[in-house]
């Protein structure tokens, strides 16, 4: 079955970085596009930022902060943060889609404070 685990979440400073994780298993993972999104407190689930096999595309709101990658021989996808933001602070979720059920981590923090 599908897993995926994020990690690489904490306390940051403005203006610093984090680099997230996502360990997925269970289905063929170099043949599906991946995601990231985010959950601030009160607010609606919002899209980060996707990888196909080979490209990535991101929210306005994070462009030219924030990369997306991965790695499919570790069945990894990584999110890089740079010049973070206090209204970056959310939980962060893993996702993909197969045969139409969306999948989900259990999510990472991220809080952006001095």
């Known amino acids: 079955h599908v897993q995926l685990v994020e990690s690489g979440g904490g306390l940051v400073q403005p203006g610093g970085s984090l680099r997230l994780s996502c360990a997925a298993s269970g289905f063929p993972f170099n043949t599906f596009t991946m995601n990231w999104y985010r959950q601030a407190p009160g607010k609606e689930r919002e899209w980060v930022a996707s990888?196909?096999?080979?490209?990535?595309s991101y929210a306005d709101s994070v462009t030219g902060r924030f990369t997306i990658s991965r790695d499919n021989v570790n069945n990894m996808v990584y999110l890089q943060m740079n010049s973070l933001k206090p209204e970056d602070t959310a939980m962060y979720y893993c996702n993909t889609i197969r045969d139409a059920i969306d999948y989900w981590g259990q999510g990472t923090q991220v809080t952006v404070s001095s």
């Open positions: 990888i196909t096999m080979t490209d990535g």
